[in-house]
């Protein structure tokens, strides 16, 4: 199983300028066709709970899995809500014969993956955008994680897309 990181940040490293911000205020269109393609193809794509009030809908043509600490009272079809740590349900997700997964936010759960050593790629379009403050990439990473750079892609808008493997 492929599990890839997929990011949007601005200039300065922010995934937004406040929480509960959604992407689309600020990404351009090129990246949101990019994101839905790129879920799209892996099927699969796993949000905390905070990223997921900013979209607060179904995917259409993914399956949404939304980690949380607490229950949800919400019964959208085609969304599964779990309180599962990343290895639980990265396990689960093999033994159902997934083969990609894209992990797609907030800063905690990038960070929980990554210190997991779940994750194999990470993809981040930066932005031609400065914030100055907001909200960070990663929230918390304990140890140092290495990455081997493999792609890079300047879009017409001025994004580029940095692509890399984990070490």
Known sequence: MKIIILVATSLDGFI???AKQIS???TSKQDKDFFKQKTTEAGVVIF???TFETINRPLKDRRLIIMSRSESSLDIPGIEWTKERP???I???KRE????VVIGG???IYSLFLQEKLVDEVWVSVHPVLFGTGVSFLSTIKQRIDLIHFSTETWED???LLRYRVK
Do not use: C, M, P, S
């Open 48 to 50: 905390g709970r905070g």
């Open 106 to 108: 907030g800063a905690q």
């Open 97 to 100: 014969g997934v083969e990609q």
């Open 87 to 89: 290895v639980e349900i």
């Open 91 to 93: 396990g689960r997700l």
């Open 16 to 18: 937004a300028e406040k």
């Open 158 to 160: 001025g994004t580029v």
């Open 24 to 26: 689309t205020d600020w």
